[in-house]
């Protein structure tokens, strides 16, 4: 299967701290990738789509700019989650499709486990 | 908006007996999706339907499409501990993005 690589898998950092995380298509280009939150014990909450070369789509009630979201080549998204503060905390998974404009199977990334003191 | 909901939210069983999930989506889906999460990790896609009343089967794991395709269940016979974890079914929202609604989940604890 298609490999979603995601870093950093964990990352703690101080309040008022902006956090990058990378989202890489290993073997495949990914046009779109999306991008999910999920809170302990919860169900994966979509945050935005994330479109190479344009901007991103967010969900309803998502900051756009406090989840800054970067598309720039076919196998790299980031979300930078700016001025983070601890209800920012949260495991952060993006996701991609290897057939671009279907609704084919996601491959997700690790994952990353943000901790915002 | 479109709404995906699991019951149950949470199924312990002991290793050996069968479990089963239940989906149901507020809007007819053109596809329904299972994923597998296993606890600290990412979901893993399962299977996916996409015809009304379509059943598969992947070893002790049994997948069904209701014919309204509003609906799916999954079935684990004879569950094994490494059966753990939260399994998740997902739908297409039906817009141009073909973004994945995600259920609420099933988490499944198994004791040996």
């Known amino acids: 299967g298609a490999v979603v690589s995601q870093h950093p898998s964990r990352v703690i950092c101080k309040s008022g701290t902006s956090v990058k995380i990378e989202c890489r298509s290993l073997?495949?280009?990914?046009?779109?990738m999306f991008w999910y939150r999920q809170f302990p014990k919860q169900s994966l909450m979509l945050m935005a789509t994330?479109?190479?070369?344009?901007?991103?789509?967010?969900e309803q009630g998502v900051e756009k700019d406090k989840f800054l979201i970067n598309h720039a080549s076919l196998t790299l998204s980031t979300l930078t989650v700016t001025s983070a503060h601890p209800e920012d905390s949260s495991f952060y998974i993006c996701?991609?499709?290897?057939?671009?404009?279907?609704?084919?199977?996601?491959?997700f990334g690790e994952g990353s486990r943000l901790t915002v003191l | 908006g479109q709404q995906v909901m699991q019951i149950p939210q949470y199924q312990h069983v002991q290793e050996g007996e069968d479990f089963t999930t239940y989906c149901n989506s507020s809007?007819?889906?053109?596809?329904i999706q299972w994923y597998k999460q296993r606890p600290g990790g990412h979901p893993v896609f399962l299977i996916q339907l996409v015809k009304s009343g379509e059943v598969k089967k992947q070893k002790r794991l049994t997948f069904q499409f209701g014919e309204a395709k509003k609906n799916s269940s999954l079935h684990i016979t004879a569950t094994q501990t490494t059966d753990v974890g939260t399994y998740f079914c997902a739908g297409p929202d039906g817009g141009a993005t073909n973004k994945l609604i995600f259920g609420t989940g099933t988490l499944l604890a198994v004791q040996p």
């Open positions: 809007t007819t889906l053109s596809n």
């Open positions: 994330s479109n190479e070369g344009s901007k991103a789509t967010y």
């Open positions: 073997d495949f280009q990914a046009t779109t």
């Open positions: 996701s991609a499709q290897v057939a671009a404009g279907t609704t084919g199977e996601l491959f």
